[in-house]
């Protein structure tokens, strides 16, 4: 699914983590929507071979001094992938809410910075071969269902209340990466269940992915300001997800389903522009407990996909009656 992600890399400073490189192709093309073997076999070559040298990556968020040294934004500013770690199944949590300077319509665009593979427990050829890593094919990740697609453009919907409108979120951005209108229906309700979305998709239309079920095991969520410009402020909030995908399979009747583990952290910032935000979000993949690797790193990260974030507001043009 990913030879433009898994093509000739070089280097890009991003957001977060530690001294590692993170990876980036300079090379982009074409994919069906249909993983074949020779395309996974390509893939895991160009990411075996892949060389570059290994940079410090810039922060986006930095931290005030007053920042708890455990919240969502002590942990994103550490930059080390070790600290994105699986969260531990707890109380379900409620609904992520989205501060004022969200409020609105925007048309974000999502850029691939980079992939990282962190473990030092699992020989990075061992986690290559593995096809069910979250992002190695297309639709792993819902929301971002080609990782390594070099622009996307999709829109995000926070209402008055702060909460996000799902079913435009998902639909737009996963027709987007996917390239065509995917999409049949998304099935969500925040006041009855907020941690559990359906996505159907047009019947036989995309190999991999016939529905998704997503489950949201725990939210994090910080407010703080830019201790840049202390007028500005800094959102992050992070979505541990377990994704259950339903796909064509190459035996009669029988439905391909496929488990991932996955978090998405995600940085808005606000800038001078009310109209306008600037931001990050990385995508740390987990092992499931039922992969034969799993008790080597069983709560890490084997892989790390980073993506740069500009949003602009939707502005409604106010028709004269003249």
Not at 21 to 27: N, W
Not at 39 to 47: C, F, L, P, Q
Not at 224 to 229: D, R, S, Y
Not at 292 to 314: D, G, N, T
Request: hydrophobic share 40%.
């Amino acid at each position: 699914m990913l030879p433009r992600l898994l093509a000739s890399v070089t280097i890009l400073l991003a957001s977060h983590l530690s001294a590692h490189a993170l990876q980036q192709p300079t090379t982009t093309c074409n994919t069906a929507a249909t993983s074949t073997p020779n395309n996974a076999m390509s893939r895991r070559n160009a990411i075996a071979s892949a060389a570059a040298p290994v940079a410090l990556l810039a922060p986006l968020v930095f931290l005030p001094r007053e920042a708890v040294a455990e919240s969502l934004a002590a942990k994103l500013s550490k930059r080390d992938a070790a600290a994105l770690k699986n969260s531990v199944f707890n109380i379900p949590p409620s609904a992520q809410i989205y501060p004022s300077f969200m409020k609105g319509n925007w048309d974000v665009s999502l850029k691939f910075a980079g992939y990282l593979f962190p473990s030092k427990t699992i020989n990075k050829d061992d986690i290559v071969k593995n096809v069910n890593v979250p992002g190695f094919q297309k639709c792993s990740i819902a929301t971002i269902a080609d990782v390594g697609r070099d622009n996307t453009i999709f829109r995000l919907a926070i209402n008055n209340n702060g909460l996000e409108d799902r079913f435009q979120t998902l639909s737009t951005s996963i027709n987007a990466h996917l390239g065509y209108k995917a999409v049949e229906k998304v099935i969500y309700d925040p006041t009855t269940n907020p941690n559990r979305i359906g996505i159907e998709f047009v019947k036989n239309r995309t190999r991999n992915a016939e529905r998704i079920e997503l489950f949201c095991n725990a939210r994090e969520s910080e407010l703080v300001k830019n201790p840049i410009q202390d007028n500005l402020n800094i959102f992050v909030c992070s979505e541990y997800v377990r994704q259950v995908t339903f796909g064509l399979s190459q035996e009669f009747g029988v439905a391909r389903e496929v488990i991932g583990n996955y978090a998405h952290f995600w940085t808005w910032k606000e800038t001078e522009d009310p109209n306008v935000l600037m931001g990050n979000v990385l995508t740390a993949c987990y092992l499931d407990p039922q992969d034969a690797l799993f008790f080597q790193e069983p709560s890490k990260p084997v892989a790390v996909y980073s993506h740069q974030i500009s949003a602009k507001r939707e502005l409604v043009e106010v028709q004269s009656n003249k």
